[in-house]
């Protein structure tokens, strides 16, 4: 692991027992501003540019998670969640509203970890300031439970009729002690596993497809700037 993720872990770690460390370093890695427009070149080094940019969207924030974590001797997995970014809880503007309409599927990065016992799902996506448009911020971990997803999962057809649909909670029981994903969720083992995944559904995307997406990314991160300002 490269110098600056240790240094931050030691600082971020420093004289806390392993509850308060998931914690502090679970916060860390959620005030770093979400943006979609600092580009990682891969999952080995995601956790390193994160943390050198100050930015970051949720798989370089996931990968750093993970890597953290994983240096407190948890068991880490990934998990991606198919979504659209037209949420309708966002605060979007008019014209920001209209370009996310028309992107295509995304695929939203977290973790799933292992705590005592107990498989949670962690997401460290939004930065505080952001609750003010609309995002579903996780603001007080407790180092135990599981988190919000900071997106609504796409569901499947065959399980629509046991969950809530169009929302960020877990549907299924907090006791649950299995390995039980959210509906819509893909869960991955390692790093190469999740690329190849998110590499194999974002392939198939048409030229306009990636055309609008270009459109709305920054757009999409003027308007979070602007919120944080509010």
């Known amino acids: 692991m490269s110098t600056l993720v240790d240094a931050s872990f030691r600082e971020w770690t420093l004289g806390l027992d392993p509850r308060e460390s998931r914690i502090s370093v679970f916060e860390h890695i959620r005030d770093i501003p979400y943006s979609l427009s600092v580009r990682m070149t891969g999952p080995d080094t995601a956790p390193e540019e994160i943390l050198s940019a100050g930015k970051g969207y949720c798989g370089p924030k996931h990968y750093l998670l993970a ?29 920001l509203r209209a370009l996310a ?30 609750e003010k448009g609309g995002f579903p911020v996780n603001g007080h971990w407790d ?11 796409l569901r499947s057809a065959v399980r629509t009729a046991y969950c809530r649909t169009a929302t960020n909670e877990p549907c299924r029981r907090e006791e649950d002690s ?47 700037e602007q919120v944080r300002r509010e």
């Not at 977290?110 to 505080?128: E, F, M, S």
């Not at 083992?189 to 194999?200: A, F, I, K, M």
């Not at 198939?204 to 497809?209: C, Q, T, V």
């Open 67 to 95: 890597a953290m974590f994983r240096k407190l001797g948890l068991e880490v997995v990934f998990a991606t969640f198919p979504f659209l970014w037209n949420d309708p809880d966002l605060r979007y503007p008019p014209d």
């Open 101 to 130: 309409a028309a992107v295509p599927v995304a695929y939203h990065l977290a973790c799933r970890v292992r705590i005592n016992g107990h498989w949670v799902l962690v997401d460290a996506t939004w930065d505080p300031a952001l």
């Open 143 to 153: 180092g135990l439970s599981e988190t919000r997803c900071a997106v609504k999962p």
């Open 178 to 224: 299995a390995f039980r994903p959210l509906d819509g969720e893909e869960d991955h083992r390692d790093e190469d596993n999740q690329v190849r995944y998110y590499r194999q559904k974002t392939g198939i995307r048409s030229p306009g497809e990636i055309r609008r997406i270009g459109q709305f990314y920054p757009a999409f991160d003027a308007w979070l």
